[in-house]
Each structure stands twice: as structure tokens, then as C-alpha cells.
């Protein structure tokens, strides 16, 4: 029974690992060099195997983290995005046409933020566009250049025609490591990102130090690296002070997750709130 459990944990954790490496891998990056952010109810449970699989040496999880999503949706700046269809052709269609579809999504976008003006602001607006190469089937998402495109400020023709290109092929390049030569651009959809960020920001209360609190019980865990069920200490994530330190194996429980540490993390709590845990050692 107890490899049948852990079976299923362990394809739970792979099935984590696997998306991360395909991420990861498609940057060319190599994931010992990251990072884990663990959130959701999820996360803290399954972070340290994931990190353990997939190679990162540090994980990070925040205060409150089950409810991570909820959260950073309180404090997040507002956002309006806008899009239209249009074929365009930098390098040779009308850049007043092109000028007049972006103001058009702009003026829409802002509209919808500047009713929000008491409590987010100054308003932001980004063009983007999804781009190909005239004959591909498939679509790049890019940042474009800063308008307008037409009027007496915004230098020759050519040159905003260029940096429209230009713009492209750089993403194009990073992401595929070469463009096809004499083979014009297209831009077939339009898209404005308007962001109003909270007026009032918020500045988290940092943790007191204390003195470090004793375990609130003592459960059973099985840790497959240990081969055995070990006696494991068992915390309450309000009761931490900052400065808490401690080796795995242990849990640390709040209302909306429970973070495990396994026999080769070290935890800390940090005064910010976020709890860092440390792989002693790593198999890869």
C-alpha cells in the first residue's frame, strides 16, 4: 500500500516536473539556475519533489500562498486589452491606416480605465501585434514600437516602417535563432494593453522576531529518499517568527496549504513572510 500511495504522489510531482522541464528547456535554460515559486493549495505540498526532479536548489513560498491567485488580484493594477484583425504589411501598406486602428483600440481602452482614475493611475497603453512572415501559419506575438506613426514628429517614413520590422525580427530571431531572407512581414492582429497601476500601494508589515516556537505535534510522514515513515515536526505557519530556522524533515501548516520540507530541504523564515527552503543536497 505504502508504494501504491507513493506511486501516486510521485506521478502527481512528475507530471509538475515534466511541464517545467518543457518550459524550461524551450528557453535553452537550464533550471539549476532558477528559482521554485510555489503557490496554490497544491504547491507548498508538492514543491520540494518537483524542485527535487527537476534540478532548483531554492524554493520560495509566500504568505498566504493557497490563495496566491486571490491575493494578487487584490493588489494588482488594473488592465484593459483591446484587439482588431487587420492584415498589415509594414514594409509597404499604409501607416495611416495602421495609425488610425491603434487610436481607435487606445481611445477604447482608456475609456474603460478612466473610470477606475479615484483608486488606479497614470494610465499605460502598449501596442502589440501578432506578426508572421507573409506564408507562415502561425502567429508571433510582439511589443511595438511607441505611437504614433504618422504626424511630424515621428520621423521619416522609413524609419518607422523599419523599426516596425524591426521589432518583429527581433522576437522572431530570439525565439527561432535566424529570419527568412526576403521574405516580408505581416502583422495580422492588432492588440493595445492598457495598465493602471493601484494609486495606494501596498507595503507589507514585516514579521517580528521572537522566540521560536515549539512544534504543535509530532506526526508520522513518509519520505521515500529515507525509505520510512519518520517522525515529523508539525508548525503552524501563524506562529513563526522571522529568523525561524529549521532542517527537514517537518511540515508547516496554515489555513489554505501545508508546506512540506523533506529530509534534505532547511527551511528559513524570512522577515518579508516568505518562507525559503534550501536543498542540502540534490541528486542531480
Known amino acids: 500500500m505504502i508504494d501504491i500511495a507513493w506511486g501516486m504522489h510521485d506521478i502527481v510531482a512528475e507530471n509538475m516536473a515534466g511541464a517545467a522541464r518543457v ?6 535554460r537550464d533550471p539549476r539556475d532558477f528559482v521554485l515559486l510555489c503557490t496554490g493549495g497544491g504547491g507548498p505540498l508538492h514543491s520540494y519533489y518537483v524542485a527535487r526532479k ?3 536548489r531554492t524554493i520560495i513560498c509566500p504568505p498566504a500562498a493557497g490563495v496566491a491567485s486571490a491575493y494578487g488580484l487584490l493588489v494588482a493594477s488594473a488592465r484593459a486589452d483591446r484587439s482588431r484583425t487587420m492584415s498589415f504589411r509594414p514594409s509597404s501598406d499604409s501607416l495611416e491606416a495602421i495609425e488610425q486602428a491603434f487610436s481607435a483600440l487606445e481611445t477604447q481602452a482608456r475609456a474603460s480605465l478612466e473610470h477606475l482614475a479615484d483608486t488606479f493611475g497614470p494610465i499605460t497603453l502598449t501596442r502589440q501585434a501578432d506578426g508572421r512572415f507573409v506564408g507562415q501559419g502561425f502567429n508571433l506575438s510582439v511589443k511595438l514600437p511607441e505611437g504614433p506613426y504618422t504626424g511630424v514628429h515621428t520621423g521619416s517614413e522609413e524609419e518607422v516602417r523599419a523599426k516596425l520590422v524591426a521589432a518583429f525580427e527581433a522576437v522572431y530571431q530570439e525565439k527561432f ?10 502583422l ?3 492588440r493595445i494593453a492598457g495598465d493602471a497601476p ?3 500601494r501596498f507595503t507589507p508589515e514585516a514579521l517580528g522576531h521572537g522566540s521560536l516556537p515549539a512544534p504543535k505535534g509530532i506526526r508520522e510522514v513518509y519520505f521515500r529518499e529515507a525509505g520510512e515513515y519518520l517522525p515529523t515536526p508539525i508548525y503552524e ?8 530556522s529549521a532542517p527537514g524533515p517537518l511540515v508547516i501548516e496554515d489555513t489554505s496549504s501545508s508546506l512540506v520540507v523533506g529530509p534534505k530541504g532547511h527551511v528559513e523564515q524570512l522577515s518579508s513572510g516568505n518562507l525559503v527552503i534550501t536543498m542540502t543536497d540534490q541528486d542531480s
Do not use: C, K, Q, Y
Open 237 to 244: 505557519r501563524s506562529m513563526l517568527p522571522a529568523g525561524f
Open 188 to 190: 495580422v492582429n492588432l
Open 54 to 56: 527537476i534540478g532548483v
Open 177 to 186: 535563432g535566424r529570419t527568412p531572407p526576403d521574405v516580408p512581414v505581416e
Open 23 to 28: 518550459h524550461v528547456a524551450e528557453r535553452g
Open 198 to 200: 493601484p494609486r495606494e
